[in-house]
């Protein structure tokens, strides 16, 4: 490499906000590396927003926090319920609502998500099932 091309490469390096995406990309690379079933990232904005925001949740709360439609939450509420990440229950007083809370088995996959983004993530593969490695 010669010196022009070696300064520019230093100087993007430097661009304002690449330090955060780096450690964003070590966190997701160790996180695929780890066979955890791999969620999109509208899986993983629906996952949060039921375990950090304040309940209850429906699908309708939940399509208007994330500004998308019911069907794309139902999909998503799908795949993760699939998983054991989230659950859907019937209101006891209203039997016709239902609402979406959260799992031991989600909290457990975001505890670990944090140590990812900690930097002391593990591989786990060995203990997940066939399913939850190709989710």
Same mark, same amino acid.
């Given at each position: !490499? ?5 300064? %520019?490469? &230093?100087?993007?390096?430097?661009? #304002?906000?690449?330090? #955060? +995406?780096?450690?964003? !990309? $070590? =966190? ?8 955890? #079933?791999? +969620?999109?990232? $509208?899986? @993983?904005?629906? @996952?949060? =927003? ?7 949740? =429906?699908? *309708?709360? +939940? &399509?208007?926090?994330? %500004?998308?439609?019911? #069907?794309?939450?139902?999909? &998503? +509420? %799908?795949?993760?319920? &699939? ?13 016709? %609502?239902?609402?979406?809370? $959260? ?21 786990? *593969? ?6 939850? $490695?190709?989710?």
């Amino acid at each position: !490499m010669d010196a022009p091309s070696a300064q %520019n490469e &230093a100087t993007e390096l430097d661009r #304002p906000g690449l330090k #955060p +995406l780096s450690q964003w !990309m $070590r =966190t997701l690379v160790d996180y695929v590396r780890s066979g955890k #079933p791999d +969620l999109t990232n $509208r899986q @993983m904005a629906l @996952m949060l =927003t039921v375990y950090i925001g304040a309940g209850p949740h =429906t699908v *309708r709360g +939940l &399509a208007e926090a994330l %500004n998308v439609s019911k #069907p794309v939450i139902t999909r &998503a +509420l %799908n795949k993760l319920s &699939a998983l054991g990440y989230l659950r859907r229950e019937r209101d006891s007083t209203d039997r016709r %609502n239902i609402f979406i809370t $959260r799992t031991p088995k989600g909290a457990e996959f975001l505890d670990a998500f944090h140590h990812f983004i900690a930097g002391t993530g593990r591989d786990e *593969r060995h203990n997940l099932s066939h399913a939850e $490695r190709t989710a």
